[in-house]
């Protein structure tokens, strides 16, 4: 009866460990959504020059991961990975990697980093909000506002946004395709920026801005070759015809 009782115990604790050690997985459910066709105006009147003019820009529909990029996810295309100390667990989201790293691991999945008028479109959601969650400010919402020692949340925290999409506003900036230019002048369709430029954009926010900085509409520009404790990215793929 010791031995039995032993060999169950053994069994239990065995199991423990590789739950703790392994984590439950989400990336198996980093499904990409489709984002449906769309006409949405870009850009904001409560930020910079940047943000403006508001213009109008028409979408083909296109597929964006539901969460952003995971440390496990991303370490199971380049093992030798550092991870953050403020985003260190399985299933937190993968910084501390430039643009040119970020693009290399979508292109390896036969995916590409979402365009900026994409991440913007599927940001706003259905309704065209200025967060993912709403119209109004709502740290309850979003992961945002809160010291820089508490660090990236994991992916699959809090509630998706109106395309069923998680920490569009928050957690961690995400690199997007596109060199930071300004806007143009009337309408747009499938806008993919400049050929060139001197920075990449990253949209989202993190867990450390306040609600400034993860508006929708906000944009910001890193050298491709910048890596931050604050800056992830998650990957999108044309819609097959």
Not at 12 to 40: H, M
Not at 174 to 186: H, I, K, N, S, T
Not at 192 to 198: T, V
Not at 200 to 215: E, F, L
Request: proline letters at 6%.
């Amino acid at each position: 009866m010791l031995f039995k009782r032993l060999d169950s115990l053994t069994i239990f604790f065995s199991i423990l460990f590789l739950f703790l050690t392994i984590g439950p997985s989400t990336a198996e459910e980093n499904k990409q959504i489709l984002i449906p066709a769309g006409i949405f105006i870009m850009g904001t009147e409560s930020g910079t020059n940047l943000e403006l003019p508001l213009h109008e820009v028409k979408l083909k529909a296109f597929y964006l991961d539901r969460f952003e990029i995971t440390n496990k996810d991303y370490e199971g295309f380049e093992p030798g990975h550092r991870r953050s100390s403020s985003s260190p667990c399985d299933q937190c989201p993968v910084t501390l990697v430039n643009w040119k790293e970020a693009l290399a691991y979508c292109t390896s999945r036969g995916a590409r980093l979402p365009t900026e008028a994409e991440w913007e479109h599927a940001a706003r959601g259905p309704g065209g909000q200025d967060y993912s969650f709403g119209n109004i400010s709502d740290s309850s919402k979003g992961r945002f506002g809160l010291p820089f020692k508490s660090g990236a949340d994991v992916v699959d925290s809090l509630k998706p946004g109106g395309f069923g999409l998680y920490h569009m506003s928050g957690n961690v900036w995400e690199w997007v395709a596109d060199w930071l230019a300004p806007y143009p002048e009337g309408s747009v369709e499938n806008p993919k920026g400049p050929q060139s430029g001197l920075r990449k954009v990253v949209r989202g926010g993190s867990w450390y801005n306040h609600d400034y900085y993860i508006h929708a509409g906000m944009r910001f520009g890193l050298h491709s070759k910048v890596i931050l404790n604050s800056v992830g990215f998650r990957c999108a793929r044309d819609r097959s015809p």
